[in-house]
């Protein structure tokens, strides 16, 4: 079974902090995301990385950033944490290759910005 | 603009009764179609997936979606609802084509009845 592992499950940080979450998934899959999750909006792409040192924007990028250094790792850094990041952060993987492939979760970290 | 609709924010129905969540895509040639359920608290678990040939897939725990061409549409089914079924359903299109990307749609919580 594909295990991501989300080193978070509820965390709680302070306007203006740099905020890491990491992610680690153990079948060695090339492509990684990370999302967010709001009531009502579903959930929205902010990075993805579909190889080591790679990474491309997804729909909101915005006052966020990205590293994996390794391919099991891949990691969500908010560099100046705001309120409105408040949310549920969700990392997910996935074997490249064609479409059918899905991509597999980890539970989630629930980020309070205060 | 590819997307996803779920039309039903919230369904209610009873333990034993059967259910049908509505899932539409907006996507020029024939999508990969993806079925995730959220527990409470939890990240995002996979029911099924289609990606081509019988239009009929079955899934875990009971569930089975239909995809229609004509409607756009992939419906999930599930003949005698449980109530640990009680959650929240995610509709996603992989509109893979080399932006490895999902689109998710905005989600149906489902309440379960006893």
């Known amino acids: 079974d594909v295990k991501v592992t989300q080193s978070s499950r509820y965390l709680v940080k302070r306007t203006g902090e740099k905020v890491f979450l990491e992610c680690v998934q153990d079948?060695?899959?090339?492509?990684m995301f990370w999302y967010r999750q709001d009531p009502g909006l579903g959930l929205r792409l902010i990075y993805f990385?579909?190889?080591?040192?790679?990474?491309e924007k997804g729909d909101i990028p915005e006052g966020y950033s990205v590293s994996r250094e390794k391919k099991e790792r891949f990691s969500l850094i908010l560099e100046s944490a705001s309120t409105n990041q408040t949310s549920m952060y969700l990392c997910?993987?996935?074997?490249?290759?064609?479409?059918?492939?899905?991509?597999?979760f980890g539970d989630g970290t629930r980020l309070s910005i205060l | 603009a590819q997307s996803v609709t779920q039309p039903d924010i919230h369904i209610t129905v009873s333990e034993g009764a059967s259910l049908e969540l509505r899932c539409n895509y907006s996507?020029?040639?024939?999508?990969?179609l993806f079925w995730y359920v959220q527990s409470p608290g939890q990240g995002l678990q996979l029911l099924l997936k289609?990606?081509?040939?019988?239009?009929l897939v079955q899934g875990i725990k009971g569930f089975e979606a239909e995809f229609k061409r004509s409607q756009s549409s992939f419906n999930l089914r599930k003949p005698s609802v449980h109530w640990s079924d009680a959650a929240e359903y995610f509709c996603?299109?992989?509109?893979?084509?080399?932006?490895?990307?999902?689109?998710f749609g905005t989600g149906t919580r489902l309440k379960v009845l006893a």
């Open positions: 996603a299109v992989d509109i893979t084509s080399g932006t490895y990307k999902y689109i």
């Open positions: 996507y020029g040639a024939t999508p990969y």
């Open positions: 997910a993987s996935r074997r490249t290759g064609e479409g059918n492939q899905p991509q597999h």
């Open positions: 990385s579909y190889d080591v040192k790679m990474k």
């Open positions: 289609y990606f081509s040939g019988d239009t």
């Open positions: 079948m060695d899959h090339e492509n």
